[in-house]
């Protein structure tokens, strides 16, 4: 019996997986201000893209934020699973509100899929004269994400400029607030920056995708050969519907390989057999 599921693991180790995202370039490149003049501003659309970019495989430092309720905490103290973080100023009246409503919406849709538990969500204040615990719990309250769970976080004035460095965030202060590329960054769970993902809306997968793949495609030491197993199956069975725009486990890819598997079986054994026969033959 450990034939098969071996020779199933097999199968499933050697399908590639295809990541169309990673080296796709932002469809919409947004960034958040408020009546933005582009001519004028300081704030550079190409150089933002380009920095956010380039911090993919970055080690994100290990910093001290204060949490909604007062108490510290660091960033290890998430690390284990997956981080998605989300920068934004709570005195923004308009892109960033907008913008975090929508994160919600992905951020259910994934835990959906993959449990409550099984990735973090930081909201990070970047204005650190207005973004206290206080503001970011009334911000968060307001976009209905104050009780969904989200790590609510105040950074401090000496760390937020190296932070913005390891993640690749860049803001520019004006006349209506800050000039930001819009984007959320997927860390992985031993602090590296894997996915950035771009946009005041963006696609579902664009966020859920890498979360699968970081979640479901990461083998424990301590898992068992058939949790392993199960966890691979899963990895590769969950499927995006884009009609009811949500995941699901289809089922009849798990029974077309099962079934491919036992026609690979059958095909041995009858060969082998035939063998068999064929030297009994020859030797009488």
Same mark, same amino acid.
């Given at each position: 019996m450990r034939f098969p599921v071996l020779l199933i693991s097999l199968l499933?180790?050697?399908?590639? &997986?295809?990541d169309v995202y990673a080296a796709a370039e932002p469809v919409e490149i947004a960034a958040?201000?408020?009546g933005h003049d582009e001519t004028n501003? #300081? @704030?550079? +659309?190409?150089?933002a893209l380009s920095t956010s970019q380039a911090a993919i495989d970055n080690q994100v430092g290990n910093y001290r934020f204060? *949490? #909604?309720d007062g108490q510290s905490l660091r960033l290890s103290d998430l690390h284990g699973k997956p981080i998605v973080i989300s920068m934004v100023y709570t005195s923004c009246y308009e892109i960033c509100p907008m913008t %975090? *409503? +929508?994160?919600? %919406?992905v951020v259910e849709k994934a835990r959906k899929v993959l449990g409550k538990d099984s990735f973090? !969500? #930081?909201?990070?204040? @970047?204005? %650190?004269r207005f973004d206290t615990p206080d503001a970011m719990q009334y911000f968060a309250d307001k976009q209905s994400v104050?009780?969904?769970?989200?790590? =609510? =976080?105040s950074v401090a004035e000496q760390d937020i400029d190296a932070l913005s460095r390891d993640i690749g965030f860049i803001y520019t202060p004006s006349s209506n607030g800050f000039d930001h590329l819009i984007q959320a960054t997927i860390i992985d769970a031993d602090g590296k &920056? +894997? *996915?950035? &993902? +771009?946009?005041? !809306? @963006?696609? %579902?997968? /664009?966020? !859920?995708?890498?979360?699968?793949? /970081?979640v479901l495609g990461r083998s424990s030491p301590a898992q068992s050969f058939l949790a392993s197993l199960t966890t691979k199956i899963k990895l590769f069975c969950t499927t995006y519907d884009p009609v009811r725009d949500g995941y699901y486990f289809d089922y009849s890819l798990f029974l077309g390989m099962l079934i491919g598997g036992s026609i690979i079986l059958y095909t041995v054994f009858v060969i082998l057999r035939e063998l068999r026969k064929g030297r009994k033959q020859s030797s009488v």
């Open positions: 499933l180790s050697s399908i590639p &997986v295809i958040a201000g408020h501003s #300081a @704030f550079d +659309y190409d150089m204060k *949490r #909604a %975090t *409503r +929508y994160l919600s %919406t973090s !969500v #930081a909201l990070i204040g @970047f204005d %650190t104050g009780d969904q769970g989200w790590n =609510l =976080l &920056v +894997y *996915r950035q &993902v +771009y946009g005041q !809306v @963006f696609n %579902t997968p /664009l966020l !859920v995708d890498p979360l699968i793949e /970081l």
